[in-house]
């Protein structure tokens, strides 16, 4: 397959993976007795509380009695305690990488007031004011279904793709890096961190890196990054994520350890927590180390941050085209809101809130992207392309500052915008 069928192919499973369309549900507000039931599904007994200064409650939980324990593909489930290896990145001479000046953090802040004991995983506390925010418990801790009327069919001989799409009633928006082979079991990448305002109560917007396999309705993802998402933590911090689906989020996967899924194994680092220090217009520049790589040895997706810090992973059994390898890799922001592609847009900002264009000190940034195949090495992709489904609101750009210096990824915006984003 050339070069030029790969490019079209990797546009259509962009576009067919980047438009999601809205469901409109109608559901009774939770009832006392079903939140009291969820809270207790959700909060299992604490060896530990922490009350962190931010207002978090991070509870220590026994690592045997964690939320993954709860999903049915995982009742005999044997917990691996490390990943077999985590790789090491190197950089060729031919594409040395020379990113732009940033600190990396992991800092947390409920770290002030303790750390969790050996042999249990700091858990955020689920509170009752956070189910009362969901208008159905289902729905909590979720992404909205994703689904298109988009189809893209490769045909190696003629260079053909036929591409045909519908419905345009997206509730969510992305600015992003992509590519699409074959057979990755791994990539990393260090994310930009900031603060952008979110507008709307049900709005949030993310930084993130997704590695996705099927395809068409039924997709298959793992990501992570950090997110502003006040319905679902209640404020408007910055917090670091995890996510994973196995139906592009009809059904399946949440945030976190909002549902049974996820093994958290390192006491370090807690999912749902805010980050910090935030980044700021032409002053210091902080990342955040994010990595998710598959596990030859078990087949288990392993998440990691910052200096090599495992957090946890996905179990190979919670995936059919995920169990062995992704096709898609993707880097950049998302923004979810039900005021896109409308007058007025939502004034919920992606990334710093800035253009792409603003480039070092305005706009966020995403460097260092590594890629692992089956050689198990680290490396920068044979072939990349940005896709924005609306450039007048959120913008990427593959910034190349000269030849042999490897690119880094612009992307963001600031939402409503007239005239170029109503």
């Not at 190197?90 to 953090?105: I, L, Q, R």
């Not at 996705?212 to 997110?227: D, H, L, N, Q």
């Not at 059904?251 to 980044?279: E, I, K, N, R, W």
């Amino acid at each position: 397959m050339g070069k030029s069928t790969n490019a079209l192919w990797l546009l259509g499973a962009m576009f067919a993976w980047s438009i999601g369309l809205h469901f409109k549900v109608e559901a009774a507000a939770p009832s006392s007795l079903d939140i009291n039931a969820r809270l207790k599904l959700l909060n299992k007994p604490a060896v530990k509380t922490i009350k962190s200064e931010d207002g978090d409650i991070i509870d220590c939980v026994d690592i045997y009695k964690q939320p993954a324990f709860d999903h049915p593909a995982l009742k005999d489930h044997k917990i691996q305690m490390a990943p077999s290896f985590i790789p090491e990145s190197k950089n060729s001479k031919a594409n040395k990488s020379e990113g732009v000046a940033a600190k990396s953090v992991i800092s947390q802040i409920w770290h002030k007031s303790g750390n969790c004991p050996n042999g249990t995983i700091p858990i955020r506390r689920i509170r009752r004011q956070d189910l009362v925010r969901v208008a159905s418990l289902k729905q909590f801790g979720t992404k909205p279904p994703s689904r298109f009327n988009l189809s893209f069919i490769p045909n190696v001989t003629t260079d053909n793709i036929t591409m045909t799409a519908s419905d345009n009633r997206s509730v969510r928006n992305a600015a992003l890096l992509a590519t699409m082979g074959y057979n990755y079991i791994g990539a990393q990448a260090d994310i930009n961190l900031w603060n952008p305002n979110v507008d709307l109560p049900d709005d949030f917007t993310t930084a993130q890196m997704w590695l996705k396999a099927g395809g068409g309705p039924t997709f298959e993802s793992v990501e992570a990054g950090w997110v502003v998402n006040p319905k679902l933590y209640g404020d408007k911090q910055s917090r670091l994520f995890a996510y994973w689906t196995k139906d592009a989020y009809k059904t399946t996967g949440c945030f976190d350890l909002t549902c049974s899924g996820f093994v958290q194994t390192g006491t370090q680092v807690a999912l749902g927590a805010a980050l910090g220090p935030y980044s700021s217009e032409q002053g210091p520049q902080y990342v955040v180390n994010v990595g998710i790589f598959w596990d030859k040895s078990t087949g288990n997706w392993w998440l990691k941050v910052g200096n090599n810090i495992p957090i946890g992973y996905w179990p190979a059994t919670l995936f059919d085209a995920l169990s062995h390898s992704a096709i898609l890799v993707e880097w950049g922001g998302e923004v979810f809101s039900s005021e896109l592609r409308k007058a007025p847009h939502t004034a919920t900002a992606m990334g710093s809130g800035d253009d792409a264009s603003g480039l070092y000190g305005n706009a966020a940034f995403i460097q260092n992207l590594r890629i692992m195949d089956y050689s198990l090495t680290l490396k920068y992709p044979d072939f990349v392309s940005t896709v924005a489904d609306e450039p007048y609101c959120y913008s990427a750009l593959n910034y190349i500052k000269g030849y042999g210096v490897e690119p880094v990824f612009y992307f963001g915006g600031e939402g409503r915008r007239p005239p170029y984003c109503p």
